[in-house]
């Protein structure tokens, strides 16, 4: 079983600054990926970032990073000069990671999210 | 169209109705999944197909019957249902790991059908 914590239930922060939404996670799988997604209020999950556990260097896109401490179990998402247009729901989210061999396909498990509102 | 579809947006429903929730994907994946949000709850898989078979049937209710007639349409049959249904119904797609060879890929979600049970 796979399981995501996201402490934050919300943050405040101010426009052009830097901002951390934190993740852990638990899982008993050897192999498995780490998701972050941005949940506007229009309700689209919108894919930002992705790290696998077996990447040796963190991910990073545009202004997004995931700060990836695996002995930690922790995958952080870094926002740096943070927008307006920031402001919204983030979910951190994992899946396991298979070999091909069965096919199929696999669910993701998310944590509760974190409200980020960006102040001007 | 792009991406992932849903419709409608938003359903009211008696909790006699019989309702479907459609979802399409124009991604060219294998992959389509159904997720439940309700407030103040973390997003809940309910089911997976992959390669128009269901992998995943997490312990959901009878009331909520999925179809994937191909690998482009999801359905959602919703029947009797109870006003703690009321949610965000959030459909997405991805790669089968199978096409995609193994490891972890993306899921893309549409915008949600906004469910409310009277």
């Known amino acids: 079983a796979q399981k995501i914590t996201q402490t934050q239930p919300g943050m405040f922060v101010q426009e052009k600054e830097a901002v951390t939404l934190d993740c852990t996670y638990d899982t008993s799988d050897q192999s498995y990926g780490l998701f972050w997604y941005k949940q506007p209020s229009s309700g689209e999950m919108i894919f930002l970032i992705y790290?696998?556990?077996?990447?040796?260097q963190n991910a990073t896109e545009g202004r997004y990073s995931l700060n990836f401490q695996k002995a930690r179990k922790s995958a952080n998402l870094v926002i740096s000069a943070s927008q307006l247009g920031d402001s919204a729901m983030y979910f951190c989210a994992m899946t396991p990671s298979r070999d091909n061999s069965g096919g199929g396909a696999d669910g993701l498990t998310f944590g509760k999210g974190t409200h980020l509102i960006i102040q001007p | 169209e792009t991406g992932v579809t849903q419709t409608p947006r938003h359903l009211v429903m008696g909790m006699t109705n019989k309702k479907s929730l459609k979802c399409e994907q124009h991604l060219g994946h294998n992959a389509m999944y159904w997720y439940k949000q309700s407030a103040k709850k973390p997003l809940e898989l309910m089911f997976v197909y992959s390669l128009e078979e269901r992998v995943e049937n997490n312990s959901v209710p009878s009331r909520f019957s999925p179809e994937c007639p191909n690998s482009s349409h999801l359905f959602l049959h919703l029947h009797t249902l109870q006003p703690e249904d009321s949610a965000l119904y959030l459909c997405?797609?991805?790669?089968?790991?199978?096409?995609?060879?193994?490891?972890?890929?993306?899921?893309?979600f549409g915008p949600g059908t906004r469910l409310t049970v009277t």
């Open positions: 997405a797609s991805s790669q089968d790991r199978a096409v995609a060879g193994g490891g972890v890929y993306e899921q893309y």
């Open positions: 790290q696998g556990s077996y990447d040796e």
